[in-house]
């Protein structure tokens, strides 16, 4: 089993819908969640963190963690064509040699007109 | 600010060749990270240094070597690049690797091995 999972895609939401994209991970313990959205063709952005259960709003985006299931979710509201684009779920947590953050492999979101 | 730049932004080679990715950053982040981006496997990690002089394996080391004489430049060398090393190549920087530090990535280098 991965250590973190997202399901690729693509995910098709209307122009002004919410998009929910979701993660599941592996591990307990101290863990932070990172959500990067990535253009084609482009690097990585950071566009939210989450530490705590519960949820965590910025602007559009809604950061979202539930430890208890091991999930974290990428809410964004109003969707707009320029959301487009794939979200890469990370999580950092401790390992032998300090703290690593593992990727998922991505959620390709596309939003229509 | 100019942040995280690597070079060369393409860069096509032949197998066997010897071929350096540069990265510097402008933050004095104390930490620096290779990845590597492939489809169907996400950014795994190469090599990541801590401080100057101070380096480590990550996920996917073999076949590459790296070196910080200088905080502010993270170079990755493939010594004999192979078919399997075409990819994109994420650096990235962070402050600290504290649990809640984000790392920030530059604009990759894509790499293709003929």
């Known amino acids: 089993q991965k250590e973190v999972e997202q399901n690729s895609g693509p995910l098709s939401v209307p122009e002004g819908a919410i998009a929910s994209l979701n993660c599941t991970y592996s591990g307990r313990g101290s863990q932070s969640f990172f959500w990067y959205r990535q253009y084609s063709g482009k690097s990585p952005e950071l566009i939210m963190s989450i530490y705590s259960n519960g949820d965590k709003e910025d602007g559009r985006f809604t950061a979202q963690l539930n430890k208890a299931s091991q999930y974290v979710s990428l809410l964004i509201r109003d969707s707009q064509p320029s959301d487009s684009a794939t979200y890469l779920c990370?999580?950092?947590?401790?390992?032998?040699?300090?703290?690593?953050?593992?990727f998922g492999t991505g959620t390709q979101l596309k939003v229509e007109l | 600010d100019a942040g995280i730049t690597q070079s060369p932004r393409y860069k096509i080679t032949e197998t066997g060749r010897q071929v350096t990715l540069m990265c510097h950053q402008t933050w004095s982040h104390s930490y620096m990270f290779w990845y590597r981006q492939d489809l169907g496997h996400g950014l795994r990690l190469i090599y990541y240094?801590?401080?100057?002089?101070?380096?480590d394996k990550g996920e996917v080391p073999d076949g590459y070597v790296v070196s910080r004489s200088k905080t502010e430049n993270f170079p990755l060398t493939l010594e004999s690049a192979t078919r399997s090393q075409t990819s994109v190549y994420f650096c990235?920087?962070?402050?600290?690797?504290?649990?809640?530090?984000?790392?920030?990535f530059g604009d990759g280098t894509r790499l293709s091995i003929l």
């Open positions: 990235a920087s962070s402050e600290t690797n504290g649990l809640n530090q984000p790392q920030h």
């Open positions: 990370a999580v950092k947590g401790p390992t032998g040699g300090g703290n690593k953050l593992t």
């Open positions: 240094s801590a401080a100057a002089d101070i380096t």
